[in-house]
């Protein structure tokens, strides 16, 4: 964690409101794209993104100041997306994420009827995973996270995170082999 995210933690800890803004304007980011790829609806993950930071100003006093912020506010998101998630059971286009998934480096040119079935087959693909799986995808693929980072995030052992990653990834490849995803775009995605 660098110097400054020690010294805005303790000024926030001391009751700085300008603290917050500035962790708000540092993490924001991170936040919300974990928050709309998780629950693929843009108006929750807004919501989740102030209620997280609402949160770290709540809460302020029990972060540690010495430890990455980062961890903290993944948890605090993912824990807010799995209330949502399970209240509400509809799901929204989860757009940004699969751009990201597919985007230029993970696609080939194609006419823009099959990139479309493309995009909708890696959509559904996803929308049929279990929560805690949708979750360590969403972490490694969108957010560029390393295996042990997830775990730490999710306070489970690194072995749990394979798994569901493996999992993921295997469910991932049955339901596109044979869609409107070419080879080797499904295996791009789901090594």
Excluded at 17 to 45: C, Q
Excluded at 56 to 78: N, Q
Excluded at 164 to 187: D, I, N, W
Aim: charged content about 25%.
């Amino acid at each position: 964690m660098s110097t400054a995210d020690t010294a805005t933690i303790l000024r926030l800890q001391a009751g700085n409101l300008e603290a917050l803004g500035e962790l708000y304007d540092r993490y924001r980011l991170i936040v919300y794209h974990t928050a709309l790829a998780i629950t693929r609806d843009p108006d929750v993950a807004d919501d989740i993104l102030q209620e997280a930071f609402l949160r770290l100003h709540t809460y302020a006093a029990s972060v540690k100041s010495e430890l990455p912020l980062a961890p903290w506010l993944y948890r605090v998101t993912i824990n807010l997306s799995y209330t949502w998630f399970s209240r509400r059971r509809w799901l929204a286009p989860l757009d940004e994420f699969l751009e990201k998934l597919t985007g230029p480096a993970r696609h080939h040119p194609e006419p823009a009827a099959e990139q479309r079935d493309a995009h909708e087959a890696m959509q559904r693909a996803i929308d049929a995973l279990p929560f805690n799986q949708r979750v360590v995808v969403v972490l490694h693929y969108l957010n560029d996270l390393s295996l042990q980072e997830i775990a730490e995030i999710l306070k489970c052992p690194v072995g749990t995170v394979k798994s569901r990653l493996y999992y993921a990834r295997e469910t991932l490849r049955q339901k596109l082999e044979g869609s409107a995803f070419s080879p080797e775009v499904a295996y791009e995605f789901t090594r």
